[in-house]
């Protein structure tokens, strides 16, 4: 029987078991396999790793686990620079985008009012959302510990939070985009950017009021969605500001 030691740090704990929490535990294993499987075999998605080290040096995700190895498995590193020692993150994107899973569908919605591209569908399957994240280069956001531990995904992040308003405030943290927030300009309901439309365009679609006290508008080209700025709008612009608040 061949015996690696193994440790996790920092919010990767939260997917251990009680008794390997915060602590080095020791794997039996008859067969050598990637570190890539033991990881995910203890509970942590592999989306959710940035630096490997194995008896102080860092390996990729292939690394075949050795008799006596000590491997270190970190988090994301919000504050230190790792890249001379080596990432595991794919590519830099240059726009966030992102999918998310069918149960966060409310985080769907609000990553749109921020303006950040977000497939969303009610009735998605696990295997599609993971096609759409590879292929369209999004990060998968999800509460499935197993979706994440998909090969082909190799951006997401397992969402902790279970109210919504906690949920962004997460996302917006972990990928540190509180800077790019552009509210209002992606459509709620289906993502789409939205465009300006006269009030004339729209008005046989207007309530009297909305008609009265109105005069800017915004369409939705894919769903045919009207915004305009009333009291919802005056609702999510304080939702907004105790977003970026809290960030």
């Known amino acids: 029987m061949k015996r690696a030691r193994i440790r996790f740090y920092a919010d990767l704990n939260n997917f251990l078991t009680p008794s390997r929490q915060g602590q080095a535990s020791d794997y039996d294993f008859l067969v050598s396999g990637s570190v890539k499987d033991l990881i995910e075999s203890l509970g942590v998605p592999h989306t959710e790793v940035d630096l490997i080290l194995v008896n102080g040096e860092p390996v990729d995700f292939g690394y075949r686990v050795q008799d006596r190895d000590r491997i270190s498995v970190y988090p994301p590193f919000r504050y230190i620079d790792i890249t001379p020692l080596l990432s595991l993150r794919p590519e830099a994107l240059e726009e966030f985008a992102f999918v998310a899973d069918t149960h966060l569908g409310r985080l769907a919605a609000y990553l749109r009012m921020l303006g950040f591209d977000t497939w969303y569908r009610r009735d998605s ?25 998909r090969n082909m995904v190799t951006r997401g992040y397992y969402v902790q939070a279970t109210d919504p308003a906690s949920q962004v405030v997460e996302v917006l943290r972990r990928f540190a985009l509180a800077a790019s927030v552009k509210p209002f300009r992606r459509c709620t309901h289906c993502n789409a950017l939205l465009q300006t439309v006269s009030k004339e365009a729209v008005e046989d679609r207007l309530l009297p009021e909305t008609r009265q006290f109105y005069d800017e508008f915004f369409l939705c080209p894919s769903c045919g969605h009207v915004y305009w700025k009333g009291s919802h709008y005056r609702r999510m612009q304080r939702f907004v500001e105790s977003v970026l608040a809290a960030n």
């Open 125 to 149: 399957v696990d295997e599609e959302l993971a096609a759409i994240a590879a292929e369209e280069k999004r990060i998968l956001l999800t509460r499935d510990r197993g979706l994440l531990k």
